[in-house]
């Protein structure tokens, strides 16, 4: 018997099973005739689901609809993530609900009388982030209760899954909150790059985890906040460098650099010529160098 049919005979039998997957690798593609609600414990890895690839990090939970396949590929060679998987057939919820085959379906007839028709996507199509880590704290309750033979311990497992989706659901009704705050960080830096700034003091002035928030980051701009600062900064260095009659020393200080020599290496590594070439270029006639 493959691990995947154990799996399957557990859910088969109990109607929920969880398990924390230690150290896993690249995973073939697949489907299964139960839902899957997967939370990112660590690591980093390529998911494929339904012909969509997106990396997925610490962090990261999502839902895979009933019989939809996906896939996993490491990020890179020799690197391993770990995964809390929470598979259950939809009548572990409620029984009434044995002959539904799609998430949208039980977000209809059970999850807050939800109309599905009312989200713009369909919640299994989009990976979340837990910047606050309620769903860690939920899964981690479910996989100590599922190893109790306490009476209650089915209720209890039924009433922490239904707060993980509800939650999950939350976040589609009130918008992209994970886009809403890189949003935010991203014109805060442009309003103040000027100041001595970083992420840890915009975190803690609105009350953000700063582990959270930076990797959170770094996967929706494709670079990390320091590297973002410092674009900001260079840009901004370029337009005075066009438009200006200031000395490269002046518009360091004016950019957020109070040491010039470290603006012409941050400069130069980011345009490939220093402040003095790039303004020369700038000034040289058309056709010479």
Do not use: W
């Amino acid at each position: 018997m493959t691990h995947m049919e154990y799996c399957a005979e557990r859910v088969l039998q109990n109607g929920l099973f969880l398990e924390r997957c230690d150290d896993h690798s690249s995973t073939p593609q697949h489907s299964h005739n139960y839902f899957e609600f997967v939370y990112v414990l660590h690591g980093r890895a390529i998911h494929y689901a339904e012909n969509k690839k997106a990396m997925i990090i610490e962090g990261d939970y999502f839902l895979i609809d009933i019989n939809h396949s996906h896939s996993y590929q490491t990020a890179t060679p020799n690197e391993n993530f770990t995964l809390i998987n929470c598979m259950f057939m939809p009548s572990y919820l409620d029984r009434t609900l044995a002959n539904t085959h799609r998430f949208n379906d039980l977000i209809n007839r059970y999850l807050l009388t939800i109309n599905s028709n009312s989200l713009e996507r369909e919640p299994t199509q989009n990976i979340y982030h837990d910047t606050d880590k309620k769903i860690l704290f939920l899964m981690q309750q479910m996989l100590y209760e599922q190893n109790d033979d306490l009476r209650e311990r089915a209720e209890i497992l039924r009433s922490y899954l239904s707060c993980a989706l509800i939650y999950l659901i939350r976040n589609e009704i009130s918008g992209n909150d994970n886009q809403d705050i890189v949003s935010f960080i991203k014109n805060y830096v442009i309003t103040n790059y000027s100041r001595q700034i970083s992420l840890s003091e915009i975190c803690k002035n609105v009350n953000y985890s700063l582990s959270n928030v930076s990797v959170l980051f770094s996967k929706h701009v494709g670079m990390s906040f320091r590297d973002y600062l410092k674009r900001v900064r260079i840009k901004k260095a370029c337009e005075l460098l066009e438009k200006s009659a200031k000395s490269i020393t002046e518009i360091a200080n004016l950019v957020g650099y109070v040491d010039p020599a470290f603006f012409y290496r941050i400069f130069k590594e980011i345009m490939q010529v220093t402040p003095k070439e790039y303004r020369q270029n700038l000034r040289a006639p058309q056709g010479k160098t």
